[in-house]
């Protein structure tokens, strides 16, 4: 069942700049929703990203994040049709997908029968309601994160453990789940392989949580 906590004050949180460290951070422009967003999280955290589509900047970037909400079938179009494709399988550095942006990290997706970059082995599927009704598609609103796995991402998260989901595709449980999240059914919330993350929720809008995992992500090592 969907939690609501939209409306609870011990969420609200002032957050300070935590990132001192000067580094090029790359978000990538595929005509996605919701980039601006991820950007005012990092400059919260002091750290300015550049919206880029330009091969060159993603790959010599410190960190790039892959973010949006959107369409998978445009987007993979978009991707594909300047090399983005290819480049973000080459990356070396840490690489974080945010909702959209894990989906298309997967292998395919059931939103209009599109192949997906690969990085990770699910796949991507709509959800479908609930037959009591009470769980909508899309499931919009704050849930909790389960059956977590070690990991550097989620170093030292606070005791509330809920994100912001907005979305009506989610991927499957499998090989680099690192989190999980119900809503109708069990899916995955946080994945990794290599230096790649993704994580289904929206952290730039996951108030202490949220702020926590940009945090950790930009503090990965560098491969």
């Not at 609870?8 to 001192?20: D, E, F, G, R, S």
């Not at 849930?143 to 979305?167: C, F, Q, R, T, W």
């Not at 119900?182 to 949220?210: C, M, V």
Request: hydrophobic share 40%.
């Amino acid at each position: 069942m969907e939690a609501n906590w939209t409306a609870n004050p011990q969420l609200a949180v002032q957050i300070v700049p935590t990132c001192k460290k000067s580094m090029k951070v790359a978000l990538i422009k595929y005509n996605a929703g919701n980039v601006q967003s991820v950007s005012y999280a990092l400059e919260r955290l002091g750290v300015e990203a550049e919206l880029t589509d330009d091969p060159d900047k993603i790959s010599t970037a410190d960190r790039v994040i892959f973010p949006g909400q959107g369409e998978a079938s445009s987007a993979m179009a978009y991707l594909k049709e300047r090399n983005l494709d290819q480049v973000i399988r080459d990356v070396k550095q840490p690489f974080l997908g945010v909702c959209l942006g894990l989906q298309l990290l997967c292998t395919h997706s059931e939103e209009n029968n599109t192949p997906c970059l690969g990085i990770f082995p699910q796949l991507v599927k709509r959800f479908i309601p609930s037959e009591s009704g009470q769980e909508k598609v899309p499931h919009v609103g704050w849930n909790s994160i389960e059956n977590l796995v070690g990991n550097p991402l989620l170093k030292d998260l606070p005791d509330a453990k809920h994100l912001y989901y907005v979305h009506s595709y989610y991927a499957t449980l499998g090989e680099g789940t690192l989190a999980t999240t119900h809503y109708i059914q069990d899916f995955t919330a946080i994945l990794h392989r290599a230096n790649y993350w993704a994580i289904q929720a929206h952290p730039e809008k996951s108030s202490t949580l949220g702020e926590k995992l940009l945090e950790n992500f930009l503090a990965l090592p560098s491969t």
